[in-house]
């Protein structure tokens, strides 16, 4: 069992982290076997997310006076956090690909940029586009008009130079 010090130590590290991100989804994972734990926990690791199993008292009262202070009353049962401070939209995509192929992990509460989501809008969220794909379509769409610019006036030398060409073959086929 864990002295008063150590877990006083567990609470400020958690908040701490909890500080950094306003990322995160409580779940419950009652039943779920050890091997899927771990599949869990190394596809959540592979995408750069963040997941704790928490004591529920100890969770209660790390998210105090942090963005995801709206989680503390979703502390009960068996109880893990999956935050990350950059990619909501990734979390909720790798936990409810999880969650479809392991009916034992079931979503509690969810925070998104520090405010309390709905459980039913989690799935909302997975079929989003990350993060990354979205700026590539910015990016995209911005530099689409430059790119059409420049094909058109690419054109305009091409069809000159075309032009010249066919002068120039016309005025030898008429010396010959």
């Known amino acids: 069992m864990k002295t008063r010090e150590q877990k006083d130590q567990s609470i400020a590290v958690l908040k701490e982290e909890f500080k ?85 992990l079931t979503f509690k509460a969810g925070v998104v940029e520090g405010r309390a989501i709905n459980v039913k809008d989690i799935d909302t969220l997975a079929a989003m586009p990350s993060k990354e794909e979205l700026i590539s379509k910015l990016m995209f769409l911005l530099n689409a008009p430059a790119q059409r610019m420049a094909v058109a006036l690419n054109g305009v030398a091409r069809n000159l130079a075309v032009v010249v060409q066919q002068i120039a073959e016309k005025k030898n086929g008429e010396q010959a």
Do not use: C
């Open 20 to 104: 950094k991100t306003g990322n995160a989804l409580v779940v419950s994972f009652q039943g779920l076997p050890v091997d899927k734990d771990w599949e869990l926990r190394r596809a959540l690791q592979a995408a750069q997310l963040n997941y704790r199993v928490v004591k529920n008292t100890i969770g209660r009262i790390a998210v105090e006076d942090t963005p995801l202070e709206s989680l503390k009353e979703h502390f009960k049962g068996m109880t893990a956090v999956a935050y990350s401070d950059t990619d909501p939209v990734g979390l909720a995509k790798v936990l409810s690909k999880f969650a479809k192929e392991n009916a034992k």
